[in-house]
Every structure is written in structure tokens, then in C-alpha cells.
């Protein structure tokens, strides 16, 4: 059978869309299904001079293997017309409209996973809707409790303990709760859909050389030890919580399966240096596959050609690979 894969340009002014008219230069294993507003990516394609033929999605049809120079849509109509590289927030209700769209699909199980494009969580904001990412997004559509945020490349997977909150929110989002929770979703899906047997985790302290004994910052000691402490009594291989500093040596990082970093971008600036373009996001405890690029809008380069579709790629053979395995 055939899988179907849902994909969501994202914000339209940025480089989503003409990334995906990139990926369909190619064929594909399973059925891919854009959607978002057809005008948009008939338009994005005249103004880099690719050919496509467009096929309107026909949800009764079966699915078909992707053919490369085709494009099947899911017509979501755009609010407000689309210039290259400018936000218009009058465009944020459509881009959560075509996440919502593939999340309930996913949800009746008539998509197998949601691969999408980046999305400017500022503009959809200013368009009035509340929202901090997709991670958190489809987390609260598919009433989900809690899922986490894991980016890979090739050698590293890197896991977050806290996602898109301020820096100055970090310390309290910490708890005990929270780390066991984060820790089991993660070691639960390393096993099951990675296939490692028995994970190993290596997980970063918050504060500057882990609190230094109690130092320079107590959660080490009040909240995160405690929280690992109670994991490797039930038999996890869990090491930390070590100094983020110098945790992402080879040293470490040839034993671990995944490092677990207590907030954004103690974790992935490290996973975008060594990856950047070359790596995915997945959401982890999700009931439907969901993958992501490892960038941005890109706004500077939209329309222009000259976006790279990498980490679309890797994404979309990701979610490819976690489908067909949950199928099996
Ligand atoms: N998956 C997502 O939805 C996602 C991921 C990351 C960032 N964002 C959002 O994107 C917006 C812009 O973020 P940013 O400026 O930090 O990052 P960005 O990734 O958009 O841009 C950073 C730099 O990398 C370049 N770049 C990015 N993607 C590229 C590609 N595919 N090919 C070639 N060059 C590329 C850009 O031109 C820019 O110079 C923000 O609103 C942020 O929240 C969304
Ligand atoms: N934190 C992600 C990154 O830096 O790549 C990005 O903002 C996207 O997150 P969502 O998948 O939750 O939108």
C-alpha cells in the first residue's frame, strides 16, 4: 500500500514553497499531497521558471507513488496576496489552517505523516492566534500531553527539555515531572522507533558547569539529579546531569543514542553548526508522524532559487522511513 505524506509549505512569503516545488523534481515512494494554496505555488513556479502539472487532491483516489514534475494539492486559499520575503499577518489564519488541515487527516488516518516547511511564529501571533511553534501546536490539536522536540543529523540526535518559552522561563520549567517525562518519551522512541534496544542518554545540567556543586545554580542538585537518579533505578542508561560545555566532545558523544539539553538552543546550536541543512526535526510522542526542516523562513531567499532543499529532504525520507515502519 501506498503511504500518503502531508506537506505544509509553511509561511508562504518565505522558502517553503519553493522547496517544495523542488522536492517533486523527483519521484517519491509514497503519494505527496501540498497543502496550501494552489495559486501560491502556481505563482512561486512561473517566477522560478519550474513546470509542473498540478493535480487537485482527490481524497477517494487511491494513492499513488509520487511522479516527479507533478504536484498534488490540497487547495487552501490564501487570505492576502503573496509578495517573496514580506510577512503579512493577514496570512497567519491560512498557515495554521493547512497545519490543522494535516493534522486532522493524520488523525483519521487518512495521511501517514505531516512533513512541514518553516513557519514565522511571530507573524502568525500578530494575526491573533496564539502560538509558539509547531511542535506545541499539533501536541494541543491531537490533545497530546506532552511530546518533545528531538533534531538529528548524521552522528548526533539532540532532544529538548523546554521548547519555545523565553530564557527567563527555563528554571521553572525544569521540574522533576518534567525531566522524567521528557526522559521517558525519549528513551521510549529511541527503542521503538529507532530500534535501539537499550538507549543510552546523556543529558546536559542548565547551569553554567552544572551548577558547580550547588555554585552557580541549584537545579542540578533540587530537580534534575533527583529526576535521573529515579530513572536509573528503573533500569535506564542515563548519564548526567554533565556541564553542556564540554558534554559534545566524541568522547561522549560516541556512547550516547540522543543528549537531552534543557532548553533551545543549548541543544541545537550545537546540532545546526555540526548540521545545519542536513538535519530534521522530529516530534517525539506524537500519534502521527511529524517531521520538520532544520531551518528557518528564509525570507532573504525567497523566489530566488537559491534556497536549498537539504533538510527537506531529510525530512521528508525520515518521515518516509518512521511511516512505513509504523505500518509494518
Ligand atoms: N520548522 C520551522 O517552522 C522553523 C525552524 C526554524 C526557524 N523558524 C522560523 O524562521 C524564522 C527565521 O529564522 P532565522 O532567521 O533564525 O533562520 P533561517 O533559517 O530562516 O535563516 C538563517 C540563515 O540561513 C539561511 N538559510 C535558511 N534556510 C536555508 C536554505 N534552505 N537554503 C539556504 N540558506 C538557508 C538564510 O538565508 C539565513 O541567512 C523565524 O521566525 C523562526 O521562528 C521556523
Ligand atoms: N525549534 C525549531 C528549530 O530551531 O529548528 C523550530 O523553531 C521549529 O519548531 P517547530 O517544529 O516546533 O515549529
Not at 498534488?72 to 503579512?88: N, Q
Not at 493534522?103 to 496564539?130: H, L, R
Not at 552557580?216 to 528503573?234: F, N, Q, V
Not at 545546526?272 to 541543512?277: D, I, L, Q
Amino acid at each position: 500500500m501506498t503511504l500518503r505524506i502531508a506537506i505544509t509549505p509553511g509561511e508562504p512569503a518565505g522558502i517553503g514553497p519553493d522547496l517544495v516545488l523542488q522536492l517533486v523534481q523527483q519521484d517519491w515512494p509514497v503519494q505527496l499531497v501540498a497543502i496550501c494554496a494552489k495559486s501560491l505555488l502556481e505563482s512561486r513556479a512561473k517566477q522560478l521558471g519550474i513546470e509542473l502539472e498540478f493535480i487537485d487532491y482527490d481524497a477517494d483516489l487511491a494513492a499513488q507513488p509520487q511522479a516527479k514534475g507533478t504536484l498534488t494539492i490540497l487547495d487552501v486559499p490564501l487570505e492576502a496576496e503573496v509578495v517573496c520575503g514580506e510577512l503579512d499577518a493577514r496570512n497567519g489564519h491560512y498557515v495554521v489552517e493547512t497545519m490543522r488541515i494535516a493534522c486532522e487527516k493524520n488523525m483519521t488516518g487518512e495521511f501517514d505523516a505531516i512533513v512541514t516547511g518553516p513557519v514565522n511564529k511571530g507573524i502568525i501571533n500578530k494575526s491573533g492566534i496564539s502560538f509558539s511553534g509547531h511542535t506545541e501546536y499539533f501536541a494541543q490539536e491531537s490533545n497530546t500531553a506532552d511530546v518533545v522536540m528531538m533534531l538529528a543529523t548524521e552522528g548526533l540526535r539532540v532532544a529538548l527539555a523546554s521548547t519555545h518559552i523565553p530564557l527567563a522561563y527555563v528554571s521553572k520549567a525544569i521540574t522533576y515531572d518534567r525531566v522524567i517525562k521528557v526522559t521517558e518519551i525519549l528513551h521510549s522512541e529511541l527503542k521503538h522507533k529507532f530500534g535501539i534496544q537499550q538507549p543510552t542518554i546523556y543529558v546536559c545540567g542548565l547551569n553554567p558547569h552544572a551548577g558547580e556543586d550547588g555554585h552557580l545554580g541549584t537545579e542540578e542538585i533540587t530537580t534534575i539529579t533527583p529526576a535521573l537518579d529515579h530513572l536509573r533505578g528503573r533500569g535506564m542508561n542515563i548519564v548526567g546531569p554533565l556541564p553542556a560545555d564540554t558534554l559534545f566532545q566524541e568522547k561522549y558523544l560516541k556512547e550516547a543514542d540522543a543528549v537531552l539539553a534543557m532548553y533551545h538552543d543549548q541543544g541545537l546550536t550545537v546540532l545546526k553548526y555540526k548540521g545545519f541543512g542536513k538535519a530534521v526535526n522530529i516530534t517525539l510522542g506524537l500519534p502521527f508522524v511529524r517531521t520538520s526542516v532544520d531551518h528557518g523562513t528564509a525570507l532573504d531567499l525567497a523566489g530566488t532559487g537559491a534556497a536549498d532543499a537539504g533538510s527537506f529532504k531529510v525530512a521528508l525520507t525520515e518521515a518516509i522511513k518512521l511511516a512505513s515502519d509504523k505500518k509494518v
